[in-house]
């Protein structure tokens, strides 16, 4: 199975700051990486597809990109609605697995 | 707006099979793909599987031997059985559209707790 890393686990930030998560797979996933949003109670919602495709209806200020084995989710001008964990999950193959999460706080 | 909705039972007993049915709605279940993915707080996420609508099936190889999947298109739904069900199985259980290799999750069902106690 190809084990996805990411980190930090958590952060603390404020609105309006930048915040970089990163994913590392742990062997090459060309593009296949996906992002998701998850707030408590919650099921995930995604994000970013392909690595850097925004999926319909999900604001600009997400962005991601990377390839191969590492990968980064940035958040400009983070908004009160952002505070929640991420995970990123890579499709390269089967059977899908996902990053062990980064929870974002208020800081 | 396609929407999931998972059914079945909140509780089941150590040793026995957990059934779960995701029913889809606002669009046909055929030509996509749908997965069963779980949660728990010592695991994560963990993806168990994908049923093709045509009945075609990709299981976890961790939990293959206790899952099975099933497809209704007439109903627009989706099952998931597992048999043997230990306290490790706990989870929120979640359905999603997706699956295949180089694909996306890209709608979800809001997930249903699931826990194994007797």
């Known amino acids: 199975d190809i084990q996805m890393t990411q980190s930090p686990s958590s952060l603390s930030a404020s609105v309006g700051d930048r915040v970089t998560i990163t994913c590392r797979a742990s062997?090459?996933?060309?593009?296949?990486l996906n992002w998701y949003q998850q707030k408590p109670g919650k099921a995930p919602k995604l994000l970013i597809y392909?690595?850097?495709s925004l999926q319909s209806g999900v604001p600009s200020r997400f962005s991601g990109s990377g390839s191969g084995t590492d990968f980064t989710l940035t958040i400009t001008n983070l908004q009160p609605e952002d505070f929640a964990t991420f995970y990123c999950?890579?499709?390269?193959?089967?059977?899908?697995?996902f990053g062990g999460g980064s929870k974002v706080e208020i800081k | 707006q396609v929407q999931l909705q998972e059914s079945g039972p909140g509780l089941v007993k150590p040793s026995e099979t957990l059934s779960l049915t995701c029913t889809v709605s606002?669009?046909?279940?055929?030509?996509?793909?749908w997965s069963w993915i779980r949660q728990s707080p010592g695991k994560g996420l963990e993806w168990i599987g994908y049923?093709?609508?045509?009945?075609?099936?990709n299981y976890n190889p961790a939990l293959k031997s206790r899952v099975t999947f099933s497809v209704d298109t007439s109903k627009n739904q989706f099952s998931l059985k597992m048999t043997s069900v230990t306290a490790a199985d706990t989870a929120v259980y979640f359905c999603?559209?997706?699956?295949?290799?180089?694909?996306?999750?890209?709608?979800w069902g809001q997930g249903i707790l699931v826990i194994v106690s007797s």
């Open positions: 392909a690595a850097s």
């Open positions: 999603a559209r997706g699956g295949m290799a180089a694909t996306r999750l890209d709608y």
């Open positions: 606002g669009g046909s279940i055929s030509s996509y793909y």
């Open positions: 062997q090459n996933i060309n593009r296949f």
């Open positions: 999950q890579q499709s390269s193959s089967t059977p899908l697995t």
């Open positions: 049923i093709y609508y045509n009945g075609a099936t």
